[in-house]
């Protein structure tokens, strides 16, 4: 680090976690590309949207987190390899070829195929929730979906589910680098485990009878042409587990809070059904799951804003700062469900653009529609500033609960 980083204690505090658009606003304006010191890992954070769609596609910010520097010793600890060594810390051509491979079972058109099937997982968990008057959201609605979605494209045993899902908030919740408490440490290594051991089971089971899903058509790949290792096929499978359902859920709870404060807009998306696609990137824009793009190791000395960022430095890019830039976006901090959709950055850019958008988008779009249309009256059950957050330092801006109230 040069001189002068930001403490965790000035940053990462609670009423960060809270709301950390105040803070961001306060970075852009004065220090745009500065070290910051978190619970997590020591960084340099990106917070303007120009400069940050450029790192973004700056070949000089590897995200090859497993290479001879080790940094994913860093960021993750010892423990992530077995899981985290895929497509999203990898640089082409590794990306390239990894990302070929899976890039066929999101196509546009059959993710479309998928809508009835969205649907139906949208009314069934709604139609356990609609006659209690009230639940929480998170547990019963925001993170069920996109899980048992990603479920049934990877083809994971629904008598699995709620195990996996376990594991999985584990890893979301605990937090996973070297500074975090040493029990989190230790639950979050336990849950790694046992997920690797699972998945590692769950594709030797796949390989022993042949299914037509999408573990069934990469042990194909693996076996048949050789495209993929088998720690390759582990890992690409947690990868699309996790990303696969981690941010929806997320953005579902995010912007279900977004419109429950800003009753305007939603009076507005209820009269006017149509505005719900806008809406959804609207919502992103003000306040996406993922506020901090993964790490980037910087592989020269690299300068941003007249500040260096040595070599070997972990360079974060504040995507949520970014798509509140008022050099791109006219009163960035109100929320407009009919603004035009802006270029916002909240699905990333360039070659690790988000592999899922079609799928996110379309679970965004079912999942919030229906929420609101079958329950009326939606309210919060707390007070906003006693919603319960994860970390301020975590990669996810989430809730841990969403309390809510509506008509029986």
Known sequence: MTEHPIPASELYTDEFAADPYPSYARLRADRPVCPVSSPRFDSYLISRFDDARTALTDPRLSKDLYGPGQHYLRIFGPNSEGLNKNMLNSDPPEHTRLRRIVSQAFAPRRIEALRPRVAEIVDTLLDRIVPRGGCDLMRDFAIPLPMLVISDLLGIPESDHERVLDWT?????????????????????????????????????????????????????????????????????????????????????????????????????????????????????????????????????IEYQGVCIPRGSVVGVAINSANRDPEHFADPDRLDVRRERAPHIGFGYGVHYCLGVSLARMEAQIGLGTLLRRLPGLRLGVPVDELRRLPAASPFRGLLELPVRFAA
């Open 169 to 301: 908030q584990v890893i979301r919740t605990s937090g996973s680098a070297n500074r975090s408490p040493e029990k989190d440490r230790a639950a979050v290594q336990e849950a790694q485990l046992r997920l690797h051991q699972y998945l590692a089971d769950l594709v030797q089971d796949k390989r022993a009878h042949p299914a037509d899903d999408m573990i069934g058509a990469l042990v194909d790949a693996c076996d048949r042409d050789g495209e993929l290792s088998e720690q390759e096929l582990v890992t690409t499978t947690f990868l699309l587990l996790f990303a696969g359902h981690q941010t929806t859920a997320d953005f579902i709870g995010n912007a279900t809070v977004a419109l429950l404060t800003h009753p305007d807009q939603l009076e507005l998306l209820l009269a006017r059904p149509e505005l719900l696609p806008s809406a959804i990137e609207e919502l992103l824009r003000f306040d996406g799951p993922l506020p901090v793009a993964s790490p980037r190791i910087a592989t020269e000395d």
